[in-house]
């Protein structure tokens, strides 16, 4: 008859238990014998302290710890908080920085007449009679895939009108995670911002270029998630071309159509087409010949309303965003018509042990710059790094290099006269990620770097009434005056 050691091992793993969690209460930097026993945490990577609100099923966050969370840091030279930083301000004629309570809360203008967001709140008043509103939103791999976006631009096409994506690449890495379109294509070279080529031709506005083998083609669906980008009725796509050439394209379930593409050498190329009826749900295009060919995206419309164009690129720190040539540019925005620019940056720059970051102002320094040059008397809001976690011991806490790095987009914000929102404290200030990551369901991925869907639900939602609000306080303004 064999022996049951059931109890034995029961008893033996609640015995280990018990020493594990015993030392983990001992500090950590006690020395025996030569050797110094780090501090332990055994419930460090299942501890989960998140609150919940339920009305809202969202992460509630502990009140903010500005002194802690604001280190002081060789680069931020101007307390946000004395009369010295508004004497200087007032020198160089820099609007004075706003007080930390707005911080995440409001839109913070400066702009050198305080009236940054008045042209793009009039743009999006006349959609009632028939305005066409675009958003241009450069980034990185945060926003990617429209994780965060799409919830904000089908949010606001309910509200404020729209129907359709917007912006969409001719090829993309993160295809099959979109929610908001279906994406298939092939026979496709990519140039970018950030894939060094000796041989790079001048890239679009979304820092890319895309060149067709024989017989490249590309197909969009409207996806059911997202009720807004479902359906367009109007097709775009922009193009050079050193010689005319033909090519074919099919809406929805018609049969195949050919049609020809004027050469386009020096100037920007425009092919579009329109329903005359209801719209369509898919649209695809194939090229046979490819000879001087470069595309450089579409559009999928129905105005009028808003629409946000995505421009992410992963691992975009900003800096390349200077390779776009700005009369190029002007060319797209001739047709575009742009009436805000967002730039997001920082998550690539981020890190840990970050004890200057001079380097990374400087670089963002010319980017705001360029931009503004790109997009002349345009209305520019930086959004700020939001939160990235990391290990440190045994906690997963906020790099250290994040409140440095949204202090100094702030401060370049101010330098250039350009609209700021801090999204770290947007999003909830310290160890958000970490609440988010723990939180059921799982609103960040486990690098504590990146939104899942439904994180980028949350954030995206908070955005749109963001602007909803920051509408709601220009039109009370207007009333006002």
């Not at 691992?315 to 018509?337: C, E, H, M, T, Y």
């Not at 440190?392 to 906020?398: F, H, K, N, Q, S």
């Not at 947007?426 to 958000?432: A, V």
């Amino acid at each position: 008859m064999e022996k049951n050691f059931t109890g034995q091992a029961f008893f033996l793993a609640l015995f280990v238990l018990l020493i594990l969690a015993g030392l983990s209460i001992l500090p950590g930097g006690i020395t025996l014998g030569g050797f110094e026993f780090r501090k332990m945490d055994i419930f460090a990577d299942v501890r989960d302290s998140v609150l919940v609100d339920t009305s809202s099923n969202l992460p509630v966050l502990p009140p903010p710890d500005t002194t802690e969370y604001f280190p002081k840091d060789s680069l931020l030279t101007i307390p946000l908080d004395s009369a010295a930083a508004a004497a200087m301000a007032d020198s160089m004629h820099m609007i004075a920085p706003k007080d930390s309570i707005f911080f995440g809360n409001t839109i913070e203008d400066y702009s050198f007449n305080q009236q940054g967001l008045n042209s793009f709140f009039a743009a999006v008043d006349s959609i009632a009679r028939g305005r066409t509103v675009r958003v241009a939103w450069y980034g990185d791999s945060f926003v990617e895939g429209d994780i965060l976006i799409g919830d904000l631009r089908d949010s606001l096409q309910t509200a404020w009108g729209g129907a359709g994506v917007g912006f969409v690449p001719i090829t993309s890495e993160v295809a099959q995670f979109k929610r908001s379109l279906k994406h298939n294509f092939k026979g496709w070279t990519a140039y970018s911002i950030l894939k060094k080529s000796e041989n790079r031709p001048r890239l679009g506005l979304n820092g890319y270029a895309y060149r067709p083998e024989p017989e490249a083609k590309v197909h969009y669906e409207g996806a059911r998630y997202f009720k807004h980008t479902q359906q367009w009725n109007q097709v775009r796509f922009f193009y050079t071309a050193e010689s005319p050439l033909n090519f074919v394209w099919q809406a929805g379930g018609e049969p195949p159509h050919e049609a020809n593409l004027p050469a386009k050498t020096d100037q920007l190329g425009l092919w579009k087409w329109n329903s005359t009826e209801s719209g369509t749900s898919a649209f695809a295009i194939r090229f046979p010949e490819n000879t001087g060919l470069l595309l450089y995206g579409a559009t999928l419309e129905s105005g009028p309303g808003i629409y946000f164009d995505n421009f992410s690129v992963r691992g975009n720190s900003g800096g390349p965003l200077k390779l776009l040539d700005p009369i190029f540019i002007r060319q797209f925005d001739a047709v575009q018509k742009y009436d805000l620019i967002v730039i997001q940056v920082g998550l690539n720059a981020v890190t840990n042990s970050l004890n200057n970051i001079r380097w990374y102002e400087a670089e963002l320094d010319r980017t705001f710059k360029h931009l503004k040059s790109c997009f002349p008397g345009k209305p520019i809001l930086v959004v700020s790094v939001g939160d990235r976690g990391c290990k440190v011991g045994t906690e997963i806490v906020t790099m250290r290099g994040v409140p440095a790095i949204v202090q100094m987009q702030r401060n370049l914000a101010r330098k250039h006269g350009l609209l700021f929102y801090d999204l770290f404290w947007g999003m909830g200030g310290p160890n958000t990620m970490v609440r988010f990551a723990y939180h059921r369901p799982q609103l960040a991925n486990t690098d504590y770097t990146h939104l899942t869907h439904e994180g980028g639900k949350v954030v995206g939602i908070m955005f749109s009434k963001l602007f909803l609000q920051e509408k709601a306080h220009w039109l009370s303004k207007k009333k006002v005056h």
